[in-house]
């Protein structure tokens, strides 16, 4: 009996495709990697088919690498990269390289939407922002810019959707990558025919919508001889890669989160309907089990942040782990780091300031004050940051009992602390602390196929290993101190703006 499912993560840098048993048990990964171009200032492309070569090799791979039988395989389930722009033609060729989701070209596009129907309007349709990082604005500047092209154009699709096509022959997408294109109707969980018609886009070129956990296909005779999978085998959608996340850690049901601590981070919440902030901090993606909804707010440097400051000040860690020694130093640092404040803008700003002209900065330096303060105040002014979208959830009504941490920043078990002491929340620590998306993505395969009931049962995959409680003296302190951090923004706001003038 099939009992496996593959799960690929189409990331930036490369495929990572896992096997799991039916029991949520890591049976072993492989990795493929390839090149992102950048043409121009601003642009990122990558070929679709360095993606599709990456799941043939890795496929191959972790069957010879474990002796599974590829008649053992149940599944297999996708994980993307999101908010890109694959167009393909009728024939499911592709026609230009794929514009990913760095890609910052669409700007002028993004604009006149703003100006069409307005911010606020287009957030009550898709629970997101109008940006130019989405696949509309996108697709709008080829059919500007590259009217040839768009006029070839059959379907747009994103990274996962087109290996999915390639397995199968089915040109669709799921409601989490549809959130990704400022184009659908979050509560409908339709395309928005007001939007499109604003926009000028052609309707045709939407794929047809699916759950991330719906069966599109199977694995056709071509695409099994490269790929070493039996022909027939059932194809799982899957979703957008940070929705993965979220369901991998097993945040399914409300009162649950995660904070995501990779080079950007991001807390995430489950609820039974959007949350459409008032102030548009966060936005709203569809869950992997359609019946719930993944509010979000990612900020554009967090753990990216850490690495800046590690490299700068501990550049000759003499043999050992540089982060050892920068965690080790930290930890002789008291809470608030000796009075020294961190904003951790060192890009710009997404979730929750929108501001892409804020800039990083430590406030309250003084000769007194080492490397391990700096440190800790990284840690903490990342924290405070994330803290404001939490507390936005909380407001809108989220009810939040406990946080689940990812990433490579959630390795610190100093960071893990702070991280409890300024939510005042208890924090999850899983087995797995970079497998979550891979795992959100054969949960969504297995119960696509049956292997598993529902969600639900999948949660059980999920282990935790530790918890970090809050220390209350240190909650209250970190609240009087947040206040200090959000003044300390809103007091240099001004001075942003006249540095971006220069």
């Not at 059919?143 to 154009?153: C, G, L, M």
């Not at 409300?254 to 981070?265: L, T």
């Not at 440190?375 to 939040?400: H, Q, S, Y």
């Not at 939510?423 to 891979?438: F, M, N, Q, W």
Request: net charge negative.
């Amino acid at each position: 009996m099939a009992q496996y499912v593959i799960a690929h993560d189409i990331g930036t840098t490369g495929n990572k495709a896992t096997l799991y048993s039916q029991d949520g048990e890591l049976v072993a990964s492989a990795f493929h990697g390839y090149e992102t171009y950048y043409p121009q200032s601003g642009w990122a492309e990558q070929d679709s088919h360095d993606w599709w070569r990456a799941v043939c090799e890795t496929s191959k791979s972790l069957m010879e690498k474990t002796g599974v039988a590829k008649s053992d395989i149940a599944a297999v389930s996708f994980s993307g990269q999101m908010l890109g722009c694959l167009l393909v033609d009728r024939n499911g060729e592709p026609l230009q390289r794929a514009i990913i989701w760095a890609d910052m070209r669409a700007g002028k596009q993004a604009a006149e939407l703003e100006e069409l129907l307005g911010m606020r309007d287009v957030y009550g349709i898709t629970g997101h922002r109008i940006s130019s990082s989405y696949s509309g604005a996108k697709l709008k500047w080829v059919k500007e810019n590259q009217p040839e092209i768009y006029a070839k154009a059959f379907k747009m699709l994103q990274a996962k959707d087109y290996l999915v096509y390639r397995l199968t022959g089915a040109l669709a997408t799921d409601y989490t990558d549809a959130c990704g294109t400022n184009c659908f109707d979050l509560v409908a969980k339709t395309w928005s025919g007001y939007i499109l018609s604003a926009w000028g886009l052609d309707a045709g070129l939407f794929p047809e919508l699916h759950a991330s956990t719906d069966m599109v296909g199977k694995v056709h005779k071509q695409a099994a001889e490269q790929t070493g999978l039996l022909e027939g085998t059932p194809v799982v959608i899957g979703g957008g890669d940070g929705v993965c996340a979220a369901a991998g850690v097993g945040v399914m049901a409300e009162g649950e989160a995660f904070n995501y601590i990779g080079s950007s981070s991001w807390v995430a919440t489950a609820s039974k309907q959007p949350i459409f902030d008032s102030e548009m901090k966060t936005y709203t993606w569809v869950h992997l089990d359609p019946d719930l909804y993944s509010p979000n707010g990612t900020m554009q440097c967090g753990g990216g942040s850490m690495q800046w400051a590690t490299r700068l000040l501990f550049p000759n860690p003499g043999g050992r782990s540089i982060y050892d020694l920068m965690n080790e130093e930290a930890r002789k640092s008291p809470i608030t780091a000796n009075k020294l404040l961190f904003l951790p803008y060192l890009m710009g700003e997404r979730s929750p300031r929108w501001n892409p002209h804020a800039r990083g900065a430590f406030v309250g330096l003084q000769i007194t004050h080492n490397r391990g303060d700096m440190a800790r105040a990284v840690m903490e002014g990342v924290a405070l940051n994330l803290k404001i979208v939490l507390d936005t959830f909380r407001k809108e009504g989220a009810p939040i009992d406990h946080m689940w941490v990812l990433g490579g920043g959630a390795k610190s078990t100093l960071w893990r602390q702070i991280l409890a002491d300024v939510y005042g929340l208890d924090i999850y620590v899983p087995a797995y602390l970079d497998e979550a998306t891979s795992m959100g993505a054969a949960m969504a395969g297995a119960v696509g196929v049956g292997l598993i009931s529902d969600f639900h049962q999948a949660k059980k995959w999920v282990k935790r290993v530790s918890v970090h409680s809050p220390d209350p003296a240190s909650s209250e302190t970190y609240s009087r101190y947040f206040e200090l951090f959000d003044e300390t923004y809103r007091q240099l706001t001004p001075v942003y703006d006249k540095l971006n003038q220069f």
